[in-house]
């Protein structure tokens, strides 16, 4: 596509003759290569079919997951909502003397660990606020104490934004934070925090939190220590087609680099009690494009996750027929999106989710954090084999 990309994301338009620039673009997809920007932008313009973009997303997504769609079990557990920042789009933080303000004590954080083993669960994804007064020894007793207990439960904790601070706390590098971390039993870590990576945005929703740079360096030393990582993208707010793509290309240049990221996760923003209540909530239809581009985009990639919470059930089961293959988790005691006026269920059972994923013509396969197959009986699970996405 003969086309040039300004820096606010407006294109100017070279092409005279030559192919339609969407058969273009499925003739690079049939043959496997790869996508530029211009061709990003092309397939998130609103009059490009909708449908069409999904077909193909659905082809990437069947060539490297088949017909599966994943799930695990697994619980959240946020030890405290008292946030440092002021992110314009959370509705979950609280100042240290607000009435809202918690934190947990190392009893009731143990007795969610033993809630998460008593129902079967596999993971426990750990994230919070960034506390005024508690000391960074504190993050890592707690993932200690849980890994101590309870060492069967894959611990994926602490977002770059959480590592970030650890930084600032100890004045001690990433790879050493990190380190201490996994001795002291983490296994993996969420993809939380990216938002929208692009300055133009960034700076206007969060803007005292680890920058673009900052944030894929945290990822590219958790990946070169061995740990597995997620990413994500919140979306539906103040950015423009150019900042998502932008966000996607920067992701998918560190996955070149280093193959650390396991999952995507694009984040539908939700604005109730949060800086933004302005603004709409965005449609399925964005939801369901988003996802679509998104598993164009980032080619190296094996997985793309539709969160049911944010997505709501019947658009994340859509979902994996535009480019997800993963639908997270039973997910118990979820409070960021909740807080932020979701009305997905607080739980769903196993029969539930796998209900879901065979309505929408997908075979459920339960997955630990790291995509290895789960094999049960009635009160046991064991881990079976690695699931390996085509390229
Ligand atoms: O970084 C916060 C987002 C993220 C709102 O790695 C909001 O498997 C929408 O990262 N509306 C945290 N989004 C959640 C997250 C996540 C979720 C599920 C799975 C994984 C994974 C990671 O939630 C934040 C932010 O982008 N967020 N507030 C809101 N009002």
Redesign the pocket.
């Known amino acids: 596509m003969d086309q040039t990309t300004q820096d606010d994301g407006t294109r100017r338009d070279h092409r005279t003759i030559g192919q339609h620039p969407f058969d273009e673009i499925r003739a690079k997809v049939i043959a496997g290569e790869r996508l530029t920007m211009d061709d990003g932008l092309y397939l998130s313009e609103p009059t490009t079919p909708l449908g069409a973009v999904g077909e193909l997303a659905n082809l990437v997504r069947e060539r490297k997951n088949g017909h599966h769609a994943y799930y695990n079990i697994n619980t959240h557990l946020n030890p405290t909502n008292v946030c440092v920042y002021r ?1 314009t ?4 933080r609280s100042d240290l003397r607000d009435p809202k303000g918690y934190v947990m004590s190392d009893e009731q954080i143990l007795a969610r660990g033993q809630e998460a083993v008593d129902n079967g669960c596999t993971e426990m ?1 750990i ?1 919070g606020g960034l506390h005024h007064q508690k000391p960074y020894d504190w993050y890592v007793h707690l993932i200690r104490i849980l890994h101590e207990a309870y060492p069967q439960l894959h611990l ?1 904790a602490w ?1 770059a ?1 959480e590592i970030n601070w650890f930084e600032f706390l100890t004045k001690r590098s990433v790879r050493d934070i990190l380190q201490e971390m996994i001795d002291a039993g983490l296994g993996s ?7 929208i990576f692009h300055p133009q945005i960034r700076d206007q929703i969060c803007e005292h939190k680890a920058d673009a740079s900052h944030w894929l360096m945290i990822h590219r030393t958790a990946h070169e220590l061995g740990l597995k ?6 979306y539906g707010h103040l950015e423009n087609a150019y900042h998502r793509v932008d966000h996607l290309l920067r992701l998918r240049e560190l996955q070149d680099a280093t193959g650390g990221f396991q ?1 995507f ?1 694009p ?8 800086g933004l209540a302005h603004l709409s909530k965005p449609s399925a239809v964005m939801d369901l494009r988003t996802m679509a581009v998104s598993r164009l985009m980032l080619d190296n990639f094996p997985h793309l ?1 539709a ?1 049911w ?2 997505m709501g059930l019947g658009t994340a089961q859509a979902a994996l027929a535009y480019g997800a293959d993963d639908i ?1 988790g039973t997910v118990r005691h979820e409070l ?2 909740h ?3 979701a009305t997905t269920p607080e739980v769903l059972s196993v029969e539930q989710l796998r209900r879901l994923i065979q309505e929408a013509g997908r075979e459920p396969m339960e997955r630990d954090t790291l995509y290895r197959a789960v094999c049960r009986d009635d009160q046991h699970w064991q881990i079976g084999e690695p699931i390996t996405a085509k390229h």
Request: glycine share 10%; hydrophobic share 40%.
């Open positions: 992110c789009f959370c509705a979950f994804h994230v994926k977002t934004v870590m969420p993809g939380g925090g990216a938002e990582t997620n990413a994500t993208m919140l999952t996760i984040l539908a923003f939700h604005p109730e009690n949060t996750k969160y919470i944010m997270d960021i999106y807080d932020a006026g």
